[in-house]
């Protein structure tokens, strides 16, 4: 059984939409165009499907199967809601918000940690000169920062460096596993 898919509503899923299928070629081909749950509105984002229902539906039409199951139990129907428009105004005010929050957790970390006294005194170490501006260390360590999240985060824009999931995909994907397994366990005690 595949963990996850998405269907639209009054979509008829077939068998080949939850499981990957292996045996014998004829038979396969014959029961992966097997009608397994039709998606009703009632259903809502998401709804559970698991094996012994896949099982049945398979045995009311082909009892002499001998079938083996492999792995994940249950499969999670994510319904595709229709989407809402996007407004400009409410972007805006999501970016100017992450914007400004991000900006004032980075000055707060960098007044904790004294970051402008650490720079006026590697100045002073580097150059022998006191001031309250090095400049020469503020900038670069400013594009550093920067140039230092892009990089760590794998994205600049919709551009990604390499192949190699970012944290972020990272966190995404177990956050997935964790949803999943969630709706798989409160269904299972709702019925």
Known sequence: MKPRIEAE???????????????DAAVTKRIQRLA?????????SRVTVD???VLTSIQSIYPQLDIQIVGSVNTVIYVKQPQK???????????????????LAVMNFHEDVSMRAV????????????????????IPYSF?????MVLFFNHFFK???????SPLDVEMFNYQQNLDQYVVQKDRHDH
């Open 144 to 148: 550093g920062l920067g140039i230092g």
């Open 51 to 53: 094996v012994m229902s």
């Open 85 to 103: 428009t996007l407004r400009p105004l409410h972007i805006l005010l999501v970016w100017l918000l992450l914007f400004v929050g991000s900006a």
């Open 159 to 165: 551009k990604r460096f390499n192949d190699e999931p």
């Open 36 to 44: 397994i749950y039709q998606v009703q509105k009632q259903d809502g």
């Open 119 to 138: 720079h006026i005194r590697l100045y002073y170490l580097l150059t022998g000169e006191e001031t309250l501006y090095p400049f020469w260390l503020q």
């Open 9 to 23: 509503v009054n979509q008829v899923l077939l068998l080949h939409h939850f499981a990957k299928l292996s045996g």
